[in-house]
T-cell receptor, first 114, second 113 residues
Framework: DGGITQSPKYLFRKEGQNVTLSCEQN?????MYWYRQDPGQGLRLIYY???????QKGDIAEGYSVSREKKESFPLTVTSAQKNPTAFYLC?????????????FGQGTRLTVV | AQSVAQPEDQVNVAEGNPLTVKCTYS??????LFWYVQYPNRGLQFLLK??????LVKGSYGFEAEFNKSQTSFHLKKPSALVSDSALYFC???????????FGKGTMLLVSP
């Protein structure tokens, strides 16, 4: 089946640790995105990538990092610099990043700081 | 800058009644408008989009939306609500040449039996 796979579904992080969230797609999409979802705030864009080896900051990139070494993969690292990382993280992809094509979403990773 | 407003945090409707979830937008140029639905602890599912053409757009699960340029609105509608329609609904906007979506804060739809 084609789709986007995020792992793990639940992740717990200790203070001061970096953690990496995985996102893999087999839809042959060029563009990939990371969003953060907090209750009552909708989705906010962290990073996006329109092509391999290139990515741009979104609205809330501070404390996060990404890489795009392969078309299928767009991992997100939540660094210790992110002061409030507890949230639901959603990865998405689209055929091309030109605004008119709908995005397909993964099932999300819920990150909790303990 | 582009923005989306969903003025209602929650909409309550009885099963079988029509439902409307409101969305207004602000964007430079011609907008691309989307509706997504999210069930608890899941990702978002695409419902429908307006790019150009007919102002009434039909989508998945019997939902439709009407683009109104003069009122800068894109309200989601369904003639007869189902209990299974209960979920969180997001409106989103983009425009030509801009690759990312801007989302509203979401509206929780609760359909009572």
């Amino acid at each position: 089946d084609g789709g986007i796979t995020q792992s793990p579904k639940y992740l717990f992080r200790k203070e001061g640790q970096n953690v990496t969230l995985s996102c893999e797609q087999n839809l042959n999409h060029d563009a990939m995105y990371w969003y953060r979802q907090d209750p009552g705030q909708g989705l906010r864009l962290i990073y996006y990538s329109q092509i391999v080896n290139d990515f741009q900051k979104g609205d809330i990139a501070e404390g996060y990092s990404v890489s795009r070494e392969k078309k299928e993969s767009f991992p997100l690292t939540v660094t210790s610099a992110q002061k409030n990382p507890t949230a639901f993280y959603l990865c998405a992809s689209s055929i091309q990043g030109q605004g008119s094509t709908e995005a397909f979403f993964g099932q999300g990773t819920r990150l909790t700081v303990v | 800058a582009q923005s989306v407003a969903q003025p209602e945090d929650q909409v309550n409707v009885a099963e079988g009644n029509p439902l409307t979830v409101k969305c207004t937008y602000s964007v430079s140029g011609n907008p691309y408008l989307f509706w997504y639905v999210q069930y608890p602890n899941r990702g978002l599912q695409f419902l429908l989009k307006y790019i150009t053409g007919d102002n009434l757009v039909k989508g998945s699960y019997g939902f439709e939306a009407e683009f109104n340029k003069s009122q800068t609105s894109f309200h989601l509608k369904k003639p007869s609500a189902l209990v299974s329609d209960s979920a969180l609904y997001f409106c989103a906007v983009s425009f030509q040449g801009y690759s990312t979506l801007t989302f509203g804060k979401g509206t929780m739809l609760l359909v009572s039996p």
